[in-house]
């Protein structure tokens, strides 16, 4: 035992003399990673004048080594990760004792040497292999790394590692730190106070100095721009009023603390802080030049005898958000966009850059501190009109989580028992549309600030998990009470790869039409596939369920602010291919009037519901979504979205009370804009009456509204769904005993139904589309200067031989002096067209083998800018954006918008199929811009033609009810009515038959063995009846979900992680339910076992060393 201890405490000694324990060299080539950065903030540019992360190599020889062709890694599984070019020598040859720098910022189309990753300022390993794969030059694993202090080995090439506090790429390493100051400890924890007190701060480094602010400004800050410092901590603060108390310690040759900030709140000095207080602490008294600033609650609201008793309550009902910051970043009336305030100088929503983002502490506390964080992160304005000063002078915010601040996301359980933790973004909605600061009064007297997070909580609801979970904060800046705000998720890519799987950095996220992760092109390739109206590669691409239950919803809702460029999201796509998903976003015009059903683009603002339209198979899903929602309990039913909304407005009764007094004069006594009357806006006079209106009167008759338009647009069945019942009366689903009569019944129609959750109706054989003409077809070009024979249309003989050639990807016709239209162009005709001409003339011959006569519909799809005129071999078929008779030089008669050139519009040009020939064909097209000096032109066209394919059509097996029967066993009913040719819509429901849940238990759980392989959970039936254990299911831990078997009393039954390694080793005389997905966690672990209708079974946790022989011993 000596002999042991002795051996470990020598390798101690050795890694602690050495510092390698986080540096491995492995061949004998004389490269070494010598320093990195993985949080660059100010310190370094690559040549585009961007901040990336950065690595060193150092050539530690006497000879020039060249790294073309090695691989560099974050990934030692992947160590082909990242190829170093090889083509350029003179770029990747490091001379003896000199250093090459190499950019990872997962850009290696950049100038310079960028690698395809980022580095993990949170920490990670990075190696270098040679030019094989497989042989190990270097590697360093780091720790967690401080924005602008680099990290690498001192002196260079040894197998010392440390922090530096002066970086030097391509440069000897100096100015080492010796180590990290202990963070800062204050005495008393954020929250609410009543009566003073004294803060003492303390950190455990010796010697350390700790400064100190009270204004929001940074205590200790070294940076480009120069050196800042707050007050020396000398001994305990006193705190009589709301304050925000921010520290930092720092050590001479110590890298400093992060700064700690704890934001301590008196209510009665929040609720009686008045607006000339907060002027005197030097805050402007104007917003964006000359609009009045406003700051404090009003007292016409808080002395109120109706909410005065209300307030502390109002102000503690709801969890709380401080943001601390240097006021000069929300407030200054300096413009520059890097340093002005960007609370009053809001810049362009469209730019979405860096330049308006600003570092600040964000802290969340309840009222209890039983929850809290505080992190240092960057925040944004955030919106596009809600930004402008006079329109809302309550902003919005993004929460943006980065290495430059801070950790790279906020890891904490925002939302209880939800499945993700882990936030890279978090916005802070304010309210623009109905909302009690908005410039038209009639949205003022529509205000319940709960439209939005209404929607995302209804698509959560519908079963679309990632729709984004939120609640209801208080908002405070820099200690001044700034209102009631939404704390919700952002649907980002980062967001739909923590719901869905996948690489964040291969999904793409549109914002109405824009990328903000990713780019456009997996976006334009879905587009392309739907309106193909191809329905078996339309599932591919889009989540069709969840693009339903979107659509469904803001329909439902009567969502009139819904626009082609924005208030909706999407994410998907990108390299993995990953199916798109749709996001309700802005959702604030909502739940208004009563009998809206939405017209273009509220009704299709994405601009594929227009083709989805065509398919049969996606009408018929729709209409199951419709049944699914709209009835039998379902989520859009009246008492369902009222539970929902009175859910939302008890979480505000007494919330809205704070928000009444800090924004309910705004128009009246602070702002007149636009449209009175003006009123002081409170709970009782007008958000009451307005959630009474919606619960009332909006929710119980929409129900019918809503169901009316679906039947009219061929979206819900016009032959009525059958109802389930037990014993002769209603019951959708639910538990039920063995003995009891099940039945159906329809006003018409011949019901079909299975019990093995098949849907009795067989999907419908999609049409096949032939392409006749595709977009990249040869086609000829003529900008014409004069009349020429109408014969070019393709109605008689016509030589185009003179004429431009257009050839090849991506097939498009015109010009683009700005940008937007370049991807679609192959003929450039600016030199022809701009400022000279508005006509262009296009002919595309095509053939047809087969005869045109079994095509049952011919569809047009153009993307054109401004107008058109198609002709079929002569005969007009299509125009857009021209009226008259057209000539050499005419003109469209309008615009078409940017956002909506680029989109395939598609014609049905059915009527004109006797025009086409078997054998030669032309498609002709006269292009028309609206001016000679429009920016742009576009002409982009296919035709394709449809055939064959059939109607829905009884599936084999299903039976066709003819009376009440006994289910045998916990069961998945779907249900149809057949009437003629027509189908109803599916009616679905689970019973759970039995007591399954009263007499299944679990008795044994084998959750570490030595073998993974050979865990099994047991389960038992203590009834004293056999019972059938179809559709019980784990759902947590594991997956698995029993089949058709019963279990007699007394009986054990398994299920295992794998079952011929199971046999092997307790034998086959076991009765194995099947085999579960997923592994039990060898430490600790959620088990829940439910019925087949949900009811929970077990939920318990199980933990490491839970008996120290079952902690990987072999025993359970």
């Known amino acids: ?24 060299h492995a061949a004998d080539i ?84 960028h690698a395809n990753f980022k580095l993990d300022a949170g920490g990670e390993q990075i190696a270098l292999f040679d030019s094989d794969g497989n042989t190990l030059i270097d590697s360093i694993t780091f720790p967690g790394q401080t924005t602008d202090i680099s990290y690498g080995r001192y002196p260079d090439g040894s197998d010392y590692l440390r922090f530096f506090g002066i970086a030097t790429p391509q440069a000897p390493n100096s100015d080492m730190y010796l180590d990290k100051v202990a963070d800062t400890k204050f005495s008393h924890n954020r929250g609410f106070y009543d009566t003073p007190f004294a803060v003492t701060i303390a950190t455990e480094t010796e010697d350390a100095i700790i400064y100190y602010t009270t204004d929001g400004t940074e205590p200790y800050q070294i940076t480009a721009r120069g050196f800042s410092a707050g007050r020396i901590y000398t001994g305990p603060i006193p705190i009589s009023t709301t304050t925000c108390l921010r520290a930092r310690a720092v050590k001479p040759g110590w890298i400093p603390t992060d700064e700690d900030t704890h934001t301590y709140i008196f209510l009665v000095d929040v609720i009686r802080r008045s607006h000339q207080q907060v002027l005197s602490e030097d805050y402007p008294s104007t917003w964006f030049d000359t609009y009045s600033a406003d700051y404090g609650m009003d007292p016409e609201v808080y002395n109120d005898p109706d909410y005065a008793n209300l307030m502390d309550d109002a102000l503690l009902s709801i969890p709380t958000v401080s943001v601390v910051t240097d006021k000069d970043n929300l407030f200054s009336h300096d413009k520059d966009p890097e340093t002005g305030g960007i609370y009053i100088y809001t810049g362009h929503s469209i730019t979405g850059g860096q330049d308006w983002e600003r570092p600040v502490s964000a802290e969340f506390f ?52 939800w499945p993700v933790n882990s936030f890279d973004t978090i916005q802070l909605r304010g309210f623009f549309n109905n909302a009690w600061t908005h410039w038209a009064s009639n949205q003022r007297q529509r205000t319940q600030y709960i439209r939005d997070q209404w929607m995302r909580d209804s698509l959560i609801d519908m079963g679309q998990a990632d729709a984004g979970q939120g609640f209801y904060v208080h908002l405070y800046l820099n200690g001044i009470y700034w209102g009631l705000y939404n704390l919700h998720e952002r649907p980002v890519a980062s967001h739909y790869a923590a719901y869905n799987g996948g690489d964040e950095e291969n999904i793409d996220a549109i914002n109405g039409g824009r990328a903000t992760d990713g780019d456009k092109s997996a976006w334009n390739r879905m587009r392309n596939i739907v309106t193909s109206r191809n329905w078996n590669e339309i599932q591919k691409v889009l989540d069709v369920d969840n693009f339903i239950d979107w659509t469904l919803l803001c329909l439902s809702a009567g969502n009139v602010d819904l626009k082609n460029n924005g208030n909706w999201r999407a994410a998907g796509g990108g390299s993995e291919n990953r199916p798109w998903h ?44 419709v049944h699914k929602h709209h009835f039998n309990g379902g989520v859009l039913t009246p008492e369902n979205n009222i539970r929902r909304w009175t859910d939302r407005t008890d979480e505000l009764d007494l919330a809205v009370i704070a928000e009444s007094a800090r924004w309910g004069d705004y ?187 079994e095509f049952s519909s011919i569809t047009l799809n153009i993307r054109y800018d401004d107008g058109f005129i198609a002709y079929l071999n002569g005969v007009e078929v299509a125009r857009s954006h021209f009226n008259g008779t057209p ?134 039936n203590i009834g004293p009846g056999t019972i059938n254990l179809n559709l019980a299911s784990f759902t947590n831990g594991v997956d698995f979900t029993f089949p058709n078997i019963e279990l007699t009393p007394g009986e054990h039954i398994v299920a295992v992680q794998n079952r011929s390694i199971f046999e092997s080793r307790y034998g086959g005389n076991i009765n194995i339910a099947g085999q579960y997905s997923g592994k039990l966690n060898n430490a600790s672990e959620r088990i829940e076992l439910q019925d087949a209708i949900g009811r929970t079974i077990h939920n318990f946790r199980y933990r490491d060393g839970w008996r120290s022989i079952t902690d990987g011993e072999g025993f359970s």
Request: with cysteine; glycine share 8%.
């Open 1 to 24: 035992m000596l002999k042991s201890t002795t051996t470990c405490l020598l390798i101690l000694i050795l890694i602690w003399i050495t510092g390698s324990a986080g540096s491995v």
């Open 667 to 853: 128009r009246r006594d602070v702002h007149r804009y636009s449209s009175g009357p003006y009123y002081l806006y409170t709970k009782n006079e007008f958000w009451i009456p307005e959630r009474d209106r919606i619960i009332n009167q909006y929710f119980p008759a929409r129900q019918d509204i809503a169901l009316d338009h679906f039947r009219s647009r061929g979206l819900y069945p016009r032959v009525d769904a059958l109802v389930f019942r037990i014993n002769g009366y209603y019951k959708h689903g639910g538990a039920i005993l063995t003995n009891n009569a099940f039945s159906m019944t329809a006003p018409t129609g011949t019901i079909l139904y299975s019990l093995d959750g098949s849907d009795p109706r067989s999907p419908g054989i999609s049409q096949q589309v032939t392409t006749l003409v595709p977009e990249n077809a040869d086609k000829r070009v003529l900008v014409p200067t004069g009349s020429i024979s109408n014969n070019w249309k393709g109605g008689g003989v016509f030589s185009d031989q003179a004429w431009s050639q257009c050839t090849g990807n991506p097939g498009g016709v015109g010009y683009e002096r700005t940008s937007g239209y370049q991807q679609f162009i192959s003929l450039d005709i600016q030199d022809q067209m701009y400022a000279k001409r508005t006509t262009c003339y296009i002919r595309i011959p095509f053939t047809i083998n087969s005869n045109p006569n």
């Open 887 to 1020: 000539s050499w030089n005419s003109y469209a008669s309008s615009t078409h918008t940017d956002s909506a050139a680029v989109l395939f519009e598609s014609i049905d040009i059915s009527s004109f199929r006797s025009n086409l020939k078997q054998g030669d064909n032309l498609l002709a097209i006269q292009g028309l811009n609206s001016s000679t000096t429009s920016s742009d032109f576009l002409i982009s066209a296919e035709l394709t033609a449809s055939g064959g394919g059939s109607g829905g059509s009884v599936l084999p097996g299903v039976m066709e009810y003819t009376g009440p029967i006994n289910l045998p066993h916990s069961v998945n009913v779907k249900a149809r009515v057949l009437s003629g040719n027509s189908w109803s819509a599916l009616n679905e429901a689970v019973y759970a038959v039995g007591p399954v849940a009263e007499n299944l238990r679990i008795t044994e759980i084998m959750y570490n063995p030595p073998d993974t392989n050979e865990e099994f959970i047991e389960l038992t």
């Open 366 to 417: 309840t009222q209890d501190g039983m929850e809290e964080f505080q992190v240092n992160c960057g925040i944004r304005i955030q919106g596009g009109e809600s930004r402008r000063p006079n329109k809302c002078p309550k902003h919005s915010f993004s929460l943006r989580f980065r290495d430059q601040y801070g950790p790279t996301s906020l890891d904490f359980k925002l939302f209880d028992e």
């Open 582 to 625: 749709f996001y309700s976003w802005d959702g604030e015009h909502v739940l208004e009037n009563v009998h809206e059903t939405g017209t273009r683009p509220s009704s299709d603002p994405t601009g594929l519901f227009n083709y989805l339209d065509d398919i049969e198979e996606f009408r018929v899903r729709f209409g199951d979504r």
């Open 30 to 113: 004389s490269l070494v990673i010598n320093e990195l950065m993985a949080s660059n903030n100010t310190w370094i540019q690559d040549p585009q004048g961007q901040y990336d992360d950065w690595i060193e190599i150092y050539n530690y020889g006497v000879n020039p080594v060249n790294i073309g062709g090695m691989y560099l890694t974050d990934n030692l599984s992947a160590p082909t990760k990242w190829r170093i070019p090889a083509n350029n020598p003179a770029a990747t040859t490091i001379a003896a004792g000199d250093f090459l720098l190499i950019w990872a910022d997962d850009d290696t189309t950049d100038a310079g040497l």
